[in-house]
Protein backbone atom coordinates (compact mmCIF):
# COMPACT_ATOMS: atom_id res chain seq x y z
CA UNK A 1 0.00 0.00 0.00
CA UNK A 2 2.54 2.88 -1.26
CA UNK A 3 0.70 5.76 0.01
CA UNK A 4 1.21 8.54 -2.79
CA UNK A 5 2.75 10.25 -0.26
CA UNK A 6 4.39 13.15 -2.71
CA UNK A 7 1.39 14.08 -4.61
CA UNK A 8 -0.96 14.57 -0.99
CA UNK A 9 1.30 16.68 0.06
CA UNK A 10 1.29 18.70 -3.02
CA UNK A 11 -2.22 18.43 -2.40
CA UNK A 12 -1.84 20.42 0.53
CA UNK A 13 0.07 22.73 -0.60
CA UNK A 14 3.44 21.52 0.63
CA UNK A 15 6.89 20.68 -1.29
CA UNK A 16 8.25 17.86 1.19
CA UNK A 17 7.47 16.20 4.54
CA UNK A 18 7.82 19.05 7.28
CA UNK A 19 10.31 18.01 9.97
CA UNK A 20 9.53 20.19 12.77
CA UNK A 21 12.16 20.36 15.74
CA UNK A 22 9.74 20.92 18.37
CA UNK A 23 5.89 21.52 17.89
CA UNK A 24 5.30 25.17 18.94
CA UNK A 25 2.25 26.36 21.39
CA UNK A 26 -0.84 26.44 19.60
CA UNK A 27 -3.23 29.22 20.67
CA UNK A 28 -6.59 29.20 21.88
CA UNK A 29 -7.94 31.39 18.67
CA UNK A 30 -6.43 28.78 15.89
CA UNK A 31 -7.85 25.57 18.53
CA UNK A 32 -11.15 27.70 18.49
CA UNK A 33 -11.31 28.05 14.34
CA UNK A 34 -9.75 24.28 14.01
CA UNK A 35 -13.09 23.02 16.65
CA UNK A 36 -15.66 24.93 15.20
CA UNK A 37 -14.63 24.04 11.58
CA UNK A 38 -14.79 20.09 12.73
CA UNK A 39 -18.04 20.75 14.16
CA UNK A 40 -19.84 22.44 11.57
CA UNK A 41 -18.36 19.20 9.28
CA UNK A 42 -19.69 16.88 11.31
CA UNK A 43 -22.77 18.18 12.12
CA UNK A 44 -23.28 18.84 8.64
CA UNK A 45 -23.59 22.09 8.45
CA UNK A 46 -21.70 23.98 5.57
CA UNK A 47 -19.55 27.36 6.74
CA UNK A 48 -17.95 29.54 3.98
CA UNK A 49 -13.97 28.72 4.12
CA UNK A 50 -13.10 31.71 2.74
CA UNK A 51 -14.41 33.57 5.44
CA UNK A 52 -12.94 33.28 9.15
CA UNK A 53 -15.73 34.17 11.53
CA UNK A 54 -13.73 34.10 15.05
CA UNK A 55 -12.03 36.99 13.41
CA UNK A 56 -13.99 38.58 10.99
CA UNK A 57 -11.63 38.67 8.09
CA UNK A 58 -11.89 37.13 4.76
CA UNK A 59 -9.24 33.77 4.31
CA UNK A 60 -8.81 30.45 4.03
CA UNK A 61 -4.82 29.95 5.48
CA UNK A 62 -3.91 30.73 8.75
CA UNK A 63 -0.43 31.24 9.92
CA UNK A 64 1.16 31.20 13.21
CA UNK A 65 4.64 33.02 12.49
CA UNK A 66 7.26 32.64 15.68
CA UNK A 67 9.71 35.65 16.00
CA UNK A 68 12.92 34.63 15.02
CA UNK A 69 14.55 37.57 16.11
CA UNK A 70 16.90 37.99 19.17
CA UNK A 71 17.24 40.29 22.36
CA UNK A 72 19.70 43.40 22.40
CA UNK A 73 21.59 44.83 25.11
CA UNK A 74 22.90 48.04 25.38
CA UNK A 75 26.19 49.04 27.13
CA UNK A 76 24.48 51.83 29.56
CA UNK A 77 23.93 51.24 33.15
CA UNK A 78 20.39 49.64 34.18
CA UNK A 79 19.08 52.34 35.42
CA UNK A 80 19.84 54.48 32.51
CA UNK A 81 18.57 51.98 29.77
CA UNK A 82 15.27 50.37 29.13
CA UNK A 83 14.28 47.04 30.80
CA UNK A 84 14.09 45.61 27.74
CA UNK A 85 15.51 45.78 23.73
CA UNK A 86 14.57 42.97 21.38
CA UNK A 87 14.59 43.02 17.69
CA UNK A 88 11.33 40.91 16.51
CA UNK A 89 11.80 39.29 13.11
CA UNK A 90 8.92 37.33 11.28
CA UNK A 91 9.44 35.38 8.04
CA UNK A 92 6.99 35.73 5.66
CA UNK A 93 7.82 33.63 2.85
CA UNK A 94 5.52 31.03 3.40
CA UNK A 95 2.90 33.47 2.17
CA UNK A 96 2.42 32.49 -1.75
CA UNK A 97 2.48 35.61 -4.23
CA UNK A 98 -1.05 34.44 -5.48
CA UNK A 99 -1.97 34.76 -2.03
CA UNK A 100 -3.72 37.83 -0.85
CA UNK A 101 -2.76 38.96 3.39
CA UNK A 102 -6.45 39.99 4.86
CA UNK A 103 -5.09 40.54 8.60
CA UNK A 104 -1.32 40.47 10.54
CA UNK A 105 -1.73 40.60 14.21
CA UNK A 106 1.44 41.04 16.32
CA UNK A 107 1.13 38.76 19.58
CA UNK A 108 2.93 40.33 22.35
CA UNK A 109 2.81 37.36 25.52
CA UNK A 110 4.19 39.73 28.14
CA UNK A 111 3.44 36.59 30.60
CA UNK A 112 0.81 35.16 32.65
CA UNK A 113 -2.43 37.39 33.87
CA UNK A 114 -1.74 36.68 37.71
CA UNK A 115 -2.30 38.97 40.45
CA UNK A 116 0.51 37.17 42.21
CA UNK A 117 3.36 39.11 40.21
CA UNK A 118 1.80 42.72 40.40
CA UNK A 119 4.58 44.31 38.46
CA UNK A 120 5.31 47.87 37.98
CA UNK A 121 3.63 49.58 34.86
CA UNK A 122 5.31 49.09 31.78
CA UNK A 123 6.36 51.89 28.74
CA UNK A 124 6.47 49.87 25.36
CA UNK A 125 7.79 51.22 22.31
CA UNK A 126 7.53 49.45 18.79
CA UNK A 127 9.25 50.89 15.92
CA UNK A 128 9.88 49.99 12.22
CA UNK A 129 13.42 48.44 11.74
CA UNK A 130 14.20 50.30 8.22
CA UNK A 131 18.23 50.04 8.23
CA UNK A 132 20.06 46.34 8.28
CA UNK A 133 20.74 46.12 11.97
CA UNK A 134 24.95 46.95 12.20
CA UNK A 135 26.87 44.79 14.75
CA UNK A 136 28.95 47.06 16.24
CA UNK A 137 25.74 49.31 16.89
CA UNK A 138 24.23 47.71 19.94
CA UNK A 139 20.73 48.50 18.92
CA UNK A 140 19.60 49.52 15.69
CA UNK A 141 18.52 52.86 13.88
CA UNK A 142 14.91 52.83 14.75
CA UNK A 143 11.99 54.45 12.23
CA UNK A 144 9.03 54.58 12.40
CA UNK A 145 7.12 54.63 15.37
CA UNK A 146 4.03 52.98 15.67
CA UNK A 147 3.54 52.01 19.01
CA UNK A 148 3.87 54.28 22.35
CA UNK A 149 1.80 52.54 24.57
CA UNK A 150 1.58 52.44 29.19
CA UNK A 151 0.44 49.08 30.30
CA UNK A 152 -0.10 47.78 33.66
CA UNK A 153 1.66 44.68 34.27
CA UNK A 154 1.15 41.61 34.28
CA UNK A 155 -1.10 42.30 31.06
CA UNK A 156 -1.05 38.83 29.32
CA UNK A 157 -1.33 39.29 25.44
CA UNK A 158 -0.99 42.47 23.91
CA UNK A 159 -2.66 42.60 20.10
CA UNK A 160 -1.25 44.96 17.10
CA UNK A 161 -2.45 45.29 13.66
CA UNK A 162 0.19 45.18 11.49
CA UNK A 163 -1.24 44.73 8.20
CA UNK A 164 -0.31 46.88 6.75
CA UNK A 165 3.41 46.70 7.58
CA UNK A 166 3.43 42.76 6.67
CA UNK A 167 1.82 44.03 3.20
CA UNK A 168 4.56 46.04 2.24
CA UNK A 169 7.19 43.41 3.79
CA UNK A 170 5.41 40.86 1.65
CA UNK A 171 5.15 42.81 -1.60
CA UNK A 172 9.07 43.93 -0.87
CA UNK A 173 10.81 41.36 1.20
CA UNK A 174 14.03 43.77 1.29
CA UNK A 175 12.24 45.83 3.20
CA UNK A 176 11.30 43.20 6.01
CA UNK A 177 14.47 44.45 8.48
CA UNK A 178 11.69 43.39 11.38
CA UNK A 179 10.71 45.61 14.60
CA UNK A 180 12.27 46.85 17.13
CA UNK A 181 10.43 46.65 20.49
CA UNK A 182 12.00 48.56 23.52
CA UNK A 183 9.91 48.07 27.14
CA UNK A 184 10.50 50.58 29.71
CA UNK A 185 9.57 50.21 33.33
CA UNK A 186 7.70 53.53 34.24
CA UNK A 187 8.24 53.91 38.13
CA UNK A 188 5.85 51.49 40.77
CA UNK A 189 2.24 50.81 40.70
CA UNK A 190 2.27 50.48 44.68
CA UNK A 191 4.91 52.95 45.94
CA UNK A 192 5.07 50.30 49.18
CA UNK A 193 6.39 47.52 47.51
CA UNK A 194 10.07 47.81 46.09
CA UNK A 195 10.43 46.20 42.99
CA UNK A 196 14.27 45.10 42.00
CA UNK A 197 14.48 46.56 38.56
CA UNK A 198 17.00 44.14 37.42
CA UNK A 199 14.52 41.01 38.48
CA UNK A 200 11.65 42.32 37.04
CA UNK A 201 13.36 43.04 33.70
CA UNK A 202 15.10 39.39 33.88
CA UNK A 203 11.18 37.95 34.56
CA UNK A 204 9.61 40.12 31.83
CA UNK A 205 13.09 38.67 29.40
CA UNK A 206 12.26 35.36 30.24
CA UNK A 207 8.09 35.58 29.80
CA UNK A 208 7.92 37.45 26.70
CA UNK A 209 7.14 35.50 23.68
CA UNK A 210 5.87 37.06 20.24
CA UNK A 211 4.26 35.72 17.26
CA UNK A 212 2.64 37.11 14.17
CA UNK A 213 -0.79 35.53 13.40
CA UNK A 214 -1.33 36.22 9.37
CA UNK A 215 -4.29 35.30 7.69
CA UNK A 216 -4.35 35.06 3.52
CA UNK A 217 -6.81 34.64 0.89
CA UNK A 218 -6.23 31.90 -2.14
CA UNK A 219 -8.11 33.71 -5.32
CA UNK A 220 -7.52 30.10 -6.37
CA UNK A 221 -9.47 28.13 -3.84
CA UNK A 222 -12.10 30.64 -2.75
CA UNK A 223 -13.82 32.39 -6.19
CA UNK A 224 -16.51 29.99 -5.43
CA UNK A 225 -17.77 31.11 -2.20
CA UNK A 226 -17.32 34.86 -3.83
CA UNK A 227 -19.50 33.58 -5.88
CA UNK A 228 -21.93 31.52 -3.78
CA UNK A 229 -22.11 34.96 -1.74
CA UNK A 230 -22.95 37.04 -4.81
CA UNK B 1 -44.61 -8.04 -17.36
CA UNK B 2 -42.28 -6.77 -14.87
CA UNK B 3 -38.84 -6.99 -16.38
CA UNK B 4 -37.53 -10.07 -13.02
CA UNK B 5 -35.69 -7.93 -10.97
CA UNK B 6 -32.04 -9.02 -10.99
CA UNK B 7 -31.01 -11.14 -7.55
CA UNK B 8 -28.81 -8.37 -6.61
CA UNK B 9 -27.28 -8.27 -2.95
CA UNK B 10 -26.90 -5.51 -0.87
CA UNK B 11 -23.63 -5.24 -0.48
CA UNK B 12 -22.66 -4.85 -4.17
CA UNK B 13 -25.04 -1.87 -4.82
CA UNK B 14 -24.04 1.21 -5.03
CA UNK B 15 -22.58 2.88 -0.94
CA UNK B 16 -20.34 4.63 1.04
CA UNK B 17 -17.65 2.95 1.90
CA UNK B 18 -15.64 3.71 4.82
CA UNK B 19 -11.59 4.31 5.27
CA UNK B 20 -9.82 5.83 7.73
CA UNK B 21 -6.44 7.29 7.21
CA UNK B 22 -4.44 7.48 10.51
CA UNK B 23 -1.55 9.92 10.23
CA UNK B 24 0.72 8.10 12.38
CA UNK B 25 0.81 5.03 10.14
CA UNK B 26 2.15 7.58 7.75
CA UNK B 27 4.46 9.22 10.20
CA UNK B 28 2.86 12.51 9.48
CA UNK B 29 1.79 12.66 13.42
CA UNK B 30 5.02 14.49 13.80
CA UNK B 31 4.31 17.56 11.76
CA UNK B 32 0.07 17.77 12.09
CA UNK B 33 -1.14 18.73 15.22
CA UNK B 34 -4.60 18.09 13.99
CA UNK B 35 -6.71 16.10 13.26
CA UNK B 36 -5.21 12.80 13.96
CA UNK B 37 -6.40 11.16 10.65
CA UNK B 38 -9.05 11.46 7.73
CA UNK B 39 -11.80 9.64 6.61
CA UNK B 40 -10.74 8.93 3.15
CA UNK B 41 -14.33 7.44 2.06
CA UNK B 42 -15.42 6.19 -1.27
CA UNK B 43 -18.31 5.66 -3.52
CA UNK B 44 -18.23 2.39 -5.35
CA UNK B 45 -21.31 -0.26 -5.95
CA UNK B 46 -23.73 -0.88 -9.26
CA UNK B 47 -26.57 1.33 -10.36
CA UNK B 48 -28.62 -1.49 -11.77
CA UNK B 49 -32.16 0.33 -13.41
CA UNK B 50 -34.36 -1.34 -10.95
CA UNK B 51 -32.79 0.70 -8.16
CA UNK B 52 -31.92 3.95 -9.49
CA UNK B 53 -35.02 5.18 -8.34
CA UNK B 54 -34.28 4.16 -5.01
CA UNK B 55 -29.84 4.52 -4.72
CA UNK B 56 -30.47 8.51 -4.20
CA UNK B 57 -29.89 8.45 -8.20
CA UNK B 58 -30.59 11.75 -10.40
CA UNK B 59 -33.03 11.19 -13.19
CA UNK B 60 -30.27 11.29 -15.87
CA UNK B 61 -28.94 7.98 -13.55
CA UNK B 62 -32.85 6.44 -14.54
CA UNK B 63 -32.19 7.39 -18.22
CA UNK B 64 -29.21 5.89 -18.38
CA UNK B 65 -29.69 2.60 -16.71
CA UNK B 66 -33.03 2.93 -19.09
CA UNK B 67 -30.52 3.53 -22.12
CA UNK B 68 -28.09 0.50 -20.58
CA UNK B 69 -31.21 -2.11 -20.24
CA UNK B 70 -32.06 -1.30 -24.23
CA UNK B 71 -28.43 -1.44 -24.98
CA UNK B 72 -26.27 -2.90 -22.80
CA UNK B 73 -23.20 -1.25 -25.15
CA UNK B 74 -24.56 1.67 -23.42
CA UNK B 75 -22.48 1.66 -19.88
CA UNK B 76 -24.59 1.90 -16.53
CA UNK B 77 -25.17 4.92 -14.57
CA UNK B 78 -22.19 5.13 -11.95
CA UNK B 79 -21.45 5.22 -8.01
CA UNK B 80 -20.33 8.84 -7.08
CA UNK B 81 -20.60 11.35 -4.37
CA UNK B 82 -23.25 13.13 -3.73
CA UNK B 83 -22.63 15.10 -0.54
CA UNK B 84 -19.06 15.82 0.49
CA UNK B 85 -17.84 18.01 3.51
CA UNK B 86 -14.43 19.77 4.15
CA UNK B 87 -11.63 19.24 6.50
CA UNK B 88 -9.47 21.35 8.65
CA UNK B 89 -5.87 20.63 9.30
CA UNK B 90 -3.23 22.15 11.73
CA UNK B 91 0.25 21.41 11.15
CA UNK B 92 3.66 22.72 11.32
CA UNK B 93 5.88 23.79 8.31
CA UNK B 94 9.88 23.57 8.25
CA UNK B 95 10.30 27.58 9.41
CA UNK B 96 8.06 26.20 13.07
CA UNK B 97 5.00 28.03 11.84
CA UNK B 98 1.68 26.89 12.77
CA UNK B 99 -0.67 26.64 9.51
CA UNK B 100 -4.71 25.99 9.91
CA UNK B 101 -6.06 25.45 6.65
CA UNK B 102 -9.65 24.21 5.06
CA UNK B 103 -9.87 21.97 2.30
CA UNK B 104 -13.19 22.05 0.85
CA UNK B 105 -14.94 18.70 -0.89
CA UNK B 106 -12.44 16.40 0.88
CA UNK B 107 -14.77 13.76 2.67
CA UNK B 108 -17.73 12.14 1.32
CA UNK B 109 -20.93 11.54 2.93
CA UNK B 110 -23.25 10.26 0.64
CA UNK B 111 -23.03 8.40 -2.56
CA UNK B 112 -25.61 8.06 -5.63
CA UNK B 113 -25.88 7.15 -8.89
CA UNK B 114 -25.09 9.48 -11.27
Not at chain 1, 84 to 93: A, D, G, P
Not at chain 1, 99 to 123: I, K, S
Request: net charge neutral; hydrophobic share 40%.
Amino acid sequence: FQFQEHAFLQFLGLDKVPSPQKFQPVPYILKKIFHDQETAATIGISRDLCYVKELGVQGNILRLLPDQGFFLYSKNLPQASPCLQKLLYFNLSAVKDEERLTMAQLGLDLGPNTYYHLGPDLELVLSLVQEPHVWDRSIPKPGKMFVLQSVPWPQGVLHFNLLEVAKDWSNNPQKNLGLFLEILVKGQRDSGVNFQLEDTCARLRCSLHASLLVVTLNPKQCHSSSRKRR
Amino acid sequence: AAIPAPKVSCKNLCHRHQLFINFRDLGWHKWIIAPKGFMANYCHGDCPFSLTTSLNGSNYAFMQALMHAVDPAIPQAVCIPTKLSPISMLYQDNDDNVILRHYEDMVVDECGCG
